[in-house]
């Protein structure tokens, strides 16, 4: 009888095959089985080996996409026939990506897995923007947050007087749909609608585009896209200096 098999939470980074890690690439060639989002599929699927099953349980808002307990159940069932599993996240696995029902999941049947970190796509925007996420004496403090609950619509819990601290630099995923409500909560609590702002949509891929603005002015950037599917992320407040010039 086969032992139980294993899974590895991969993070494939935000598209760029190459910015995965050399132990991201490892565990692909290594699987039997890969679980893929849809943000991770294309070339990064090509260090797979050529006799691994490859199964997309993709979510993308306003499209079908795979259930969650459908999802964690083909986890469970791959790994104990004791099959070596690949579950291939975008980004960081840890961040916004339902990793810990996953594992839950895995601990209530007892399989072992592991976690392997990759670049979010803060560290790739600001990047690619040529910025720090962090400024001395400026922006002590960076903060993540979604930009959207499971109905797709603006969280109703957000803490908006954090949100608006002009000493942060605050990374807003998935925000393209929710950002102009999103705005208007940030400058009624007091944050300026000048505060500097970078769009940043499809970060490492091809169709990477950066719009470097202020929150106000992104606000009208975002109603006009509205049918975009490239994944967005806003970033603002006490960004770097070359955000304003360049913007002007």
């Known amino acids: 009888m086969r032992e139980a098999g294993f899974v590895s939470f991969v993070s494939s980074g935000p598209g760029d095959p190459e910015l995965l890690t050399i132990r991201a690439m490892k565990r692909l060639q290594a699987a039997e089985v890969v679980l893929y989002d849809d943000l991770s599929s294309g070339p990064i699927l090509n260090f797979a080996h050529t006799d691994a099953e490859l199964i997309s349980v993709g979510k993308r808002a306003g499209r079908a996409s795979a259930r969650q307990d459908d999802i964690n159940r083909l986890l469970v069932d791959h790994a104990a026939a004791g099959a070596r599993v690949v579950r291939l996240k975008s980004g960081d696995a840890g961040m916004f990506g339902r990793l810990e029902e996953e594992v839950a999941a895995l601990d209530t049947a007892t399989i072992g897995y592991e976690v392997i970190p990759g670049v979010t796509a803060p560290a790739a925007a600001a990047a690619a923007a040529g910025i720090p996420l962090t400024r001395r004496l400026t922006a002590r403090r960076v903060q993540f947050v979604t930009g959207h609950d499971v109905t797709g619509g603006l ?64 606000v009208d950037l975002c109603r006009a896209n509205t049918r975009s599917i490239a994944p967005t992320l806003i970033l603002y407040g006490a960004l770097a200096e070359e955000v304003s010039r360049r913007s002007r």
């Open 155 to 218: 969280p109703g819990d957000l803490n908006w007087a954090a949100l608006a601290d002009p000493h942060a630099v605050t990374a807003v995923y998935m925000a393209r749909a929710t950002f102009p409500a999103f705005a208007a909560h940030l400058i009624a609590h007091g944050l300026p609608a000048e505060t500097p702002a970078i769009l940043a949509a499809g970060v490492s891929t091809p169709a990477e585009a950066l719009h470097r603005a202020t929150i106000g002015k992104l």
